[in-house]
């Protein structure tokens, strides 16, 4: 069973409240983490930005995708990848396996 192709939109909309509503729960993060074994990164600022910089981290690829792994993890598990939205579905689907 998946969503009806008339309420995709709709449906977009709610899963992308959920998943914003679920990141802002520490306690769902921390889950996350102990299950997964990823720690979503902090964003620096300041001197450890410029630190960052110095030394040739690129934390926006370790944000991206940790905050990705984040989105697949608490939609299978939470919200059911049978109704998130098509546009993910079919790239999990296309994805190798990790």
């Known amino acids: 069973m998946s969503v009806d192709p008339k309420n995709e939109a709709l449906n977009e909309r709610a899963w992308s409240s ?6 802002e729960q520490a306690e769902i993060r921390a ?5 997964t074994g990823v720690v979503i990164p902090n964003v620096a600022v ?15 690829k370790e944000l991206n995708a940790a905050l990705l792994k984040f989105v697949e993890w608490i939609t299978v598990n939470e919200w059911g990848l049978e ?3 098509k546009k993910l579905r079919e790239r999990l689907q296309c994805r190798p396996v990790d």
């Open 18 to 23: 959920f998943v914003l509503w679920a990141y």
């Open 31 to 35: 889950e996350f983490s102990r299950v």
């Open 46 to 60: 300041g001197i450890e930005k410029l630190i960052d910089q110095a030394t040739g981290r690129d934390e926006s």
């Open 83 to 85: 109704y998130a939205p």
